[in-house]
């Protein structure tokens, strides 16, 4: 029998490696953990959700201090942004939390560390910085980069991703946003209401296009009301670098040409997947345009080599990629085999309203040639919405045609926590009536939950037949009024 330096051999420290190390470790698999960068958490916590995150929080306490007298306060006068300053808050945070995820930690769960660039020389082995390391598994666990279009003059000009806008030195003045999906979205009303002049260049009629149209118009709307400037419809034609300027040609809807200018200019136009350099096409592990190709057990094209998080193109996310993790130790630790099910895989953008979403939305259920009824209700409605001067938004439930939920998407403060409620009904197979049934304490904004469903039933209950029967057994006389 073939003895390996390790039973199981990682590729990548982020959210799906770290997940697949620590359950390995404490099953008892001899395991390897590979990075790349100097420390581990991946582009999470160095470039992601945790920058992003932050930075969200800072902006919106500055947004509402300059919109203090909406709360009845007096009106305060904001000086600018130092944004060095915002930049130490956002480092101090990633520092925290990547205590939790240090190599000490994961040694002590008996992980093995190392660092350095990996490269498959065959299917069970690879070199790292000079040295041959076996494992009788592997997990490509490398994630994504920002993608970077081939646009005429990116080449000549300085332009930001999300690796570098969390540390910036200055608070841009003109930020310029390639793209309109979540992370651009976020990033323009962010640094729009630290101060910066925001435009957003979209080739789409709409942004945020994965979510329903009227709910990503009204971020959009929001996002316009705060200053955020928006070209859609426009083809990109060519960047500029003037200096200390950014130039970007565009072509509009209309065929015109458009030059947006700016002081900096941030690419947000999606992500490409972290298999270069890995020796991949050597070995003979698939991958197509999107990323490394998988089953729904995660196996690669060999059986033992698994796969999970951005680099297999699917849902990037974090909560995605721990997920998968977990599926990865099922088949590749446990042996057990388990497949994915994205069933009920919930998201969520961090904009003010948030945008959280699980299930079916409209657009996916036609796309699905579902048929469906949607319920709504509106914050405006829900009096802690108000109290909060948070009533921008409503909840839509999508409903099959046995009255079983399809799917449920929040725009309104909270958003995505207000999703865990939904997460754990629609997971745990319960029916609405438990969620109708089930006492919220008052003001809280997860009433609007209850209320939606509580709608569905009310058309129901408070129908002409049960009225017609309530008449009939106990004489009732009908309206008062
Ligand atoms: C700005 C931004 C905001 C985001 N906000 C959210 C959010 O709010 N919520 C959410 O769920 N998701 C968010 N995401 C997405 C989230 O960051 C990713 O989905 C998540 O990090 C994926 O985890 P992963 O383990 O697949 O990849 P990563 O976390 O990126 O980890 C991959 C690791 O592999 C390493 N690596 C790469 N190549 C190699 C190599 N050749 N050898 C060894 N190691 C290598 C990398 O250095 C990295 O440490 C955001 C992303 C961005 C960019």
């Known amino acids: 029998m073939t003895v390996y330096d390790y039973d199981l051999g990682i590729l990548g420290g982020g959210a799906a490696g770290l997940t697949v190390a620590s359950g390995a470790a404490q099953l008892g698999a001899r395991t390897l953990l590979v990075e790349k960068e100097p420390d581990l958490g991946g582009d999470c916590l160095h470039y992601g959700c945790v920058p992003s995150k932050t930075l969200i929080k800072t902006a919106r306490v500055f947004h509402q201090l300059k919109n203090a007298s909406r709360y009845g306060l007096p009106q305060q006068t904001a000086p600018p942004v130092d944004f060095k300053a915002v930049a130490t808050r956002i480092r101090e945070v990633i520092d925290t939390i990547q205590r939790h995820d240090s190599v000490m930690r994961f040694c002590n769960l008996g992980v093995k560390v190392l660092f350095g660039q990996p490269r498959f020389t065959d299917d069970h082995t690879i070199d790292l910085n000079g040295k041959s390391v076996t494992a009788r598994t592997w997990v490509i666990a490398t994630g994504s980069s920002p993608a970077i279009p081939t646009l005429e003059g990116l080449d000549r000009t300085p332009y930001l991703t999300n690796r570098e806008i969390f540390s910036l030195e200055r608070l ?265 049934g089930a006492i919220h304490p008052y003001p809280t904004l997860s009433e609007i939950n209850k209320k939606v469903v509580g709608a569905v039933y009310a058309e129901k209950i408070f129908s002409d037949k049960a009225r017609a029967v309530l008449k009939f057994l106990f004489n009732f006389k009908g309206r008062a009024c």
């Open 172 to 436: 841009p003045g003109e930020l310029i946003i390639l793209g309109g999906g979540p992370i651009a979205i976020e990033m323009a009303q962010a640094f729009r209401r630290l101060g910066s002049r925001v435009s957003v260049i979209q080739r789409s009629e709409e942004i945020l296009s994965k979510e329903d149209r009227d709910l990503a118009e009204t971020v959009r709307q929001v996002l316009v009301s705060e200053g955020v400037e928006f070209y859609l419809g426009c083809k990109l034609k060519r960047v500029d670098s003037l200096g200390e300027r950014r130039e970007v040609s565009i072509e509009t809807a209309t065929g015109d040409t458009l030059v947006v200018t700016g002081s900096d200019l941030l690419v947000a136009l999606g992500r490409s997947t972290n298999t270069e350099g890995l020796g991949l096409e050597q070995i003979g592990v698939a991958c197509d345009h999107r990323g490394i190709k998988v089953d729904r057990r995660l196996r690669t094209s060999h059986n033992h080599i698994f796969a999970a998080g951005d680099v297999i193109g699917g849902y990037q996310f974090t909560h995605a990629a721990g997920y998968e993790g977990g599926i990865v130790i099922s088949n590749a630790v446990l042996h057990l085999p388990r497949k994915v099910d994205y069933t009920w895989m919930p998201w969520c953008t961090y904009t003010a309203p948030e945008l959280a979403s699980i299930g079916h939305n409209e657009k996916s259920a036609r796309r699905a040639g579902l048929e469906y009824r949607v319920w709504t209700e509106e914050f405006r409605t829900n009096d802690r919405a108000l109290a909060e001067g948070d009533e921008t938004g409503r909840i839509k439930l999508l409903l099959d045609r046995h009255d079983h939920a399809l799917g449920v998407q929040i725009l309104g403060p909270h958003a995505g926590d207000l999703l865990g409620e939904w997460v754990a009904l629609l997971n745990g197979g319960m029916k609405l009536s438990r969620l109708a």
